[in-house]
């Protein structure tokens, strides 16, 4: 039945293809080889000149032409202009040279070896490119993508990605370039005109249409509306005779610098990634074994031009940048390989004659070489910039934030308060209309899933501090919990919860707090009843901790597993850090520790003040208290009660009067 059936074979075919992958790829993750190499290689298996598995080579080619469409769509928006505004020098000066550099010689050698100078030069714009795929990879692996010499070597991977623009334009002017460099340029020139003409009118439509969709609030119609709009733009810059993967390119720029970037990220990854693997599977069945064993010299020469040629122009280009030669060395040598791009580019060449048969095989030998180099190079490259004592990470204003998922009132009210004492937040939100008004604020906030990499990797989840998920959706957080716990395993992550039965759920998934609104709404309930009948703060304290303690009991809330209150607590039950701001005017004002005899009266222990942001654990009776101090002190529930009158001004004590 299934043999019958007109898409058994079509399936079965792409079923084989993607278990390859996978099972290639983590073979060569374990290996600690880049995962394109283990496509490159599967494709070399079951290619034609391999085993010769693949009995419909023209489905895989159809569905890798998708890929390098998703790949160009990919590169676009990451090119954010506020990325592009803050590497505009190393990108303009170190990547214009070290591209201009690589085509010149890369030219001047293929025409010393008798091929046509149109030819050459598409060579030479071959091997200019360097894997951005791979370099960002290894770098986010080992925590380094903030450190100096990498961010220059990721600033002159982001001037390729944008030189594939003008190489995708210049190759059908290189291949019918009869009329000289003359012609070539003003084929050039025209073909920009026509791009530039097409961006206008994309940036005038598509963000408008995506914001018209993503107020619908629905992942699905947004995603069907990021392919159309990307499907157009495609379908346009063909019409217009350009190359399709430069409407790709086209509409992923148009979207990297809206408001819906990392949405429409999110939701297109998996298919990008899924079809990416299976376009180096395609290159990957161009590679001929028999090239190497025909010329073995040959292709050892040119491997090691290629990769240490690429270090060298490298190194020369951050060197033009001001760097020290240790840190131009290591950037060159993490760019000493040849790109995803310039398989996209070899791939396109026979549509134009530009790469003979025999080039290309050559080619592909040393492309996939140089990038299976790439963990070794990587690997001297940080033992030299350790040896300078450079530091493995690099801190950025991102550094130990709070991220709050979820921007409705709880998330609004949250962010307000860790904004007022000076913590750094970024928020991330899924209502367009919120996003819109929070960034006139001045809000660091991002429309986006947080169930999606992307989005909390744009949020910088591996360098924060704090987790907070506000959102009322139950799945939502725990698809975001699982996540953010699968990136950052350190994260301290706190979540809203609607029942105390998610509790069990959410622990297991790797929350360390957890607020339940069926707890927390009888704990508020309970106080404002006991108000209204004037009972003394230390007894509504009380009570409130019984009602917490009875849950804690019955196993149905996990109280804080990681932080420093529940560390204490375990040897000594009921005991708590507590910390409290010394306001304007308070009793304590102007006195020293000694004077306030505080554990005396309230049996409140301090044991350190912060001061202008600096904790002083140094203290004595001496000790004066100043407005603004925070006094950081031991003690169990009643000393919290009885000590929070000590440190109130006048305006607090009015306010809770009035209250």
Request: charged share 20%; net charge neutral; aromatic share 6%.
């Amino acid at each position: 039945m299934l043999a019958s059936h007109p898409l058994a074979d079509t399936l079965l075919e792409l079923g084989s293809l993607f278990l390859l992958c996978v099972v290639v790829g983590v073979v060569f993750q374990r290996v600690r080889v880049p995962t394109i190499v283990g496509f490159l290689v599967a494709g070399a298996l079951i290619g034609p000149n391999g085993l010769g598995l693949v009995r419909r080579p023209d489905l895989v080619e159809q569905l890798a032409e998708i890929g390098v469409v998703m790949l160009l769509f990919t590169v676009g928006t990451e090119l954010s202009n506020t990325r592009l505004a803050h590497l505009r020098r190393a990108i303009l000066l170190g990547g214009g040279l070290q591209i201009g550099l690589t085509i010149a010689l890369g030219a001047f050698a293929a025409q010393i070896g008798g091929m046509p100078w149109p030819q050459a030069v598409f060579l030479g714009c071959l091997l200019a490119l360097s894997s951005t795929a791979v370099i960002t990879k290894l770098l986010a692996d080992r925590g380094e993508l903030q450190a100096p010499a990498p961010r220059l070597a990721i600033a002159i991977c982001i001037a390729q990605d944008l030189a594939v623009v003008p190489m995708l334009l210049l190759m059908p002017v290189l291949g019918g370039a009869s009329g000289g460099i003359g012609a070539a340029l003003f084929g050039t020139g025209k073909a920009f005109l026509m791009l530039g003409a097409l961006a206008v009118v994309a940036w005038f439509f598509v963000p408008r249409f995506l914001d018209v969709v993503a107020r619908t609030r629905s992942r699905e119609l947004f995603l069907l509306a990021v392919i159309v709009q990307c499907v157009a733009l495609v379908l346009a810059a063909g019409a217009l005779g350009l190359s399709l993967a430069l409407g790709a390119f086209l509409s992923g720029l148009v979207i990297g610098g809206s408001d819906h970037h990392h949405q429409a990220v999110g939701e297109i990854e998996p298919f990008r990634d899924a079809l990416s693997s299976l376009f180096f599977v395609s290159i990957g069945m161009l590679f001929d074994v028999r090239t190497i064993v025909e010329a073995p010299a040959f292709i050892g020469i040119a491997l090691f031009a290629v990769v240490a040629g690429k270090a060298v122009l490298g190194f020369v280009a951050i060197r033009a940048l001001g760097m020290p030669a240790w840190s131009a060395a290591r950037a060159g040598l993490m760019l000493a390989q040849v790109g995803e791009f310039s398989f996209v580019l070899a791939q396109l060449a026979g549509e134009h004659d530009l790469l003979e048969d025999s080039a290309r095989r050559v080619f592909l030998v040393v492309a996939v070489a140089s990038i299976t180099l790439t963990p070794a190079a990587f690997a001297l490259a940080r033992r030299l910039g350790r040896g300078q004592g450079e530091s493995k990470r690099s801190r950025d204003e991102t550094q130990d934030h709070v991220i709050v998922v979820g921007f409705g009132p709880a998330g609004q009210g949250l962010v307000r308060s860790l904004a007022a004492v000076g913590l750094p937040v970024r928020v991330v939100e899924m209502n367009p209309e919120t996003v819109t008004r929070a960034k006139k604020d001045g809000l660091a906030i991002v429309f986006g899933d947080a169930t999606r990499v992307s989005t909390l990797e744009a949020v910088g989840v591996r360098r924060a501090r704090l987790l907070v998920v506000a959102t009322n959706d139950p799945d939502a957080t725990s698809r975001t919990v699982s996540l953010a716990r699968r990136l950052a395993p350190d994260l301290h992550v706190m979540v809203r919860a609607n029942y105390l039965a998610d509790i069990p759920r959410l622990e297991g998934l790797g929350a360390d707090e957890i607020v339940t609104q069926e707890l927390e709404t009888g704990v508020e309930l309970t106080a404002r009843a006991l108000r209204h009948f004037l009972i003394p703060d230390d007894e509504i304290a009380r009570r409130v901790q019984a009602i917490r303690e009875a849950a804690y009991h019955m196993r149905k809330v996990a109280p804080p597993t990681r932080g420093t209150t529940a560390r204490l607590s375990q040897y000594v039950p009921g005991l708590q850090v507590i910390a409290y701001r010394v306001e304007q005017g308070c009793r304590l004002a102007g006195k020293s520790l000694g004077e306030c005899e505080l554990r005396r009266d309230t049996r409140l222990s301090v044991v350190a003040i912060q001061r202008n942001g600096t904790t002083d654990i140094g203290i004595g009776p001496e000790t004066r208290l100043e407005p603004g101090d925070v006094v950081i002190g031991i003690g169990d529930e009643s000393a919290r009660a009885a000590a929070a009158p000590f440190f109130r001004g006048p305006a607090t004590t009015q306010q809770d009067a009035s209250s």
